[in-house]
């Protein structure tokens, strides 16, 4: 396991893309969870920038990870195992 490099750890900081080498400003928040790992309501965090939003959130999804993308500042509180899922479900 291991923290790849969660993000957010100073609020108010300025986000940068989480793709290693890569230091343009995150407008994107990739939020995803490990189901093996994780309990049901923790949310990790990825910081994206246009250019590697779909990047990363595919690397996720491609483990079979609850993968949701959202603006920068949406917070998440928790995701479906069914990554699938249309949000909004009225859970
Ligand atoms: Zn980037």
Redesign the pocket.
């Known amino acids: 396991m291991g923290a790849t490099f969660d993000l957010f750890t100073e609020p108010g900081a300025t986000p940068v ?1 989480s ?1 290693a080498g ?1 230091s ?1 400003t995150a407008s994107w928040r990739v939020n995803w969870r490990n189901p093996r790992i994780h309990a049901e309501d923790r949310v990790k965090i990825w910081a ?2 246009d ?2 939003r779909d990047f990363l959130a595919d690397y996720l999804r491609s483990r079979s990870f609850p993968v949701r993308v959202t603006g920068i500042d949406d917070d998440v509180e928790n995701l479906d195992d069914t990554s699938a899922r249309v949000a909004g479900d009225g859970r």
């Open positions: 893309c793709r890569c343009s994206a920038c250019e590697h």
